[in-house]
T-cell receptor, first 116, second 114 residues
Framework: SQTIHQWPATLVQPVGSPLSLECTVE??????LYWYRQAAGRGLQLLFY??????ISSEVPQNLSASRPQDRQFILSSKKLLLSDSGFYLC???????????????FGPGTRLTVL | AQSVTQPDIHITVSEGASLELRCNYS??????LFWYVQSPGQGLQLLLK??????LVQGIKGFEAEFKRSQSSFNLRKPSVHWSDAAEYFC????????????FGDGTTLTVKP
């Protein structure tokens, strides 16, 4: 069966410090991968998605970047965190559809990031 | 551009009562529609999805949803709510040429009174 891992589970970082959040998927190959941010009491904002190794699409301009060094590894980074980067970060994967179609997304447990 | 509106930010129902959560979407082609549930501090879990066929779809935990193209709606229902259903519920829309992406609504928080 497929599983998705995120770490760390919680993180408290000072403003201006770097960030690295990691997401790995097991039990599937060639997945689509996604990073979302969920601010308190808000919906999900898609930050990045990837359809393959080294292929990253950014949905919104921001202080963050993403990389996909391996097929089932997705990393979210920042060189200098801002207060506004605080939130709940969710990684998700989906089966890569034949025609790029949307399918069920499977979410990780999330990382709670607090920037002070 | 595609979008999802969940008009109710917060709903409170008594345990055993029926539930309906509203979802309206905007999508330029045939939509793929999803309902997800999120417990506090957790990731999201799929409840049900609609791609085609029967417009009434059954999901896990006794939930169902009905696709109404004329109303651009995909409302979630449950005949009898349990205390464990208290959570946040998200509606999402995607399509068959969408690079696998979904657009999520802002969510509806469900509180269940004993």
């Amino acid at each position: 069966s497929q599983t998705i891992h995120q770490w760390p589970a919680t993180l408290v970082q000072p403003v201006g410090s770097p960030l690295s959040l990691e997401c790995t998927v097991e039990g599937t190959s060639n997945p689509n991968l996604y990073w979302y941010r969920q601010a308190a009491g808000r919906g999900l904002q898609l930050l990045f998605y990837s359809v393959g190794i080294g292929q990253i699409s950014s949905e919104v301009p921001q202080n963050l970047s993403a990389s996909r060094p391996q097929d089932r590894q997705f990393i979210l980074s920042s060189k200098k965190l801002l207060l506004s980067d605080s939130g709940f970060y969710l990684c998700a994967w989906s089966v890569r559809g034949f025609s790029g179609s949307t399918d069920t997304q499977y979410f990780g447990p999330g990382t709670r990031l607090t920037v002070l | 551009a595609q979008s999802v509106t969940q008009p109710d930010i917060h709903i409170t129902v008594s345990e055993g009562a029926s539930l309906e959560l509203r979802c309206n979407y905007s999508y330029g082609a045939t939509p793929y529609l999803f309902w997800y549930v999120q417990s506090p501090g957790q990731g999201l879990q799929l409840l049900l999805k609609y791609f085609s066929g029967d417009t009434l779809v059954q999901g896990i935990k006794g939930f169902e949803a009905e696709f109404k193209r004329s109303q651009s709606s995909f409302n979630l229902r449950k005949p009898s709510v349990h205390w464990s259903d208290a959570a946040e519920y998200f509606c999402a829309v995607g399509g068959n040429t969408n690079a696998g992406k979904s657009t999520f609504g802002d969510g509806t928080t469900l509180t269940v009174k004993p």
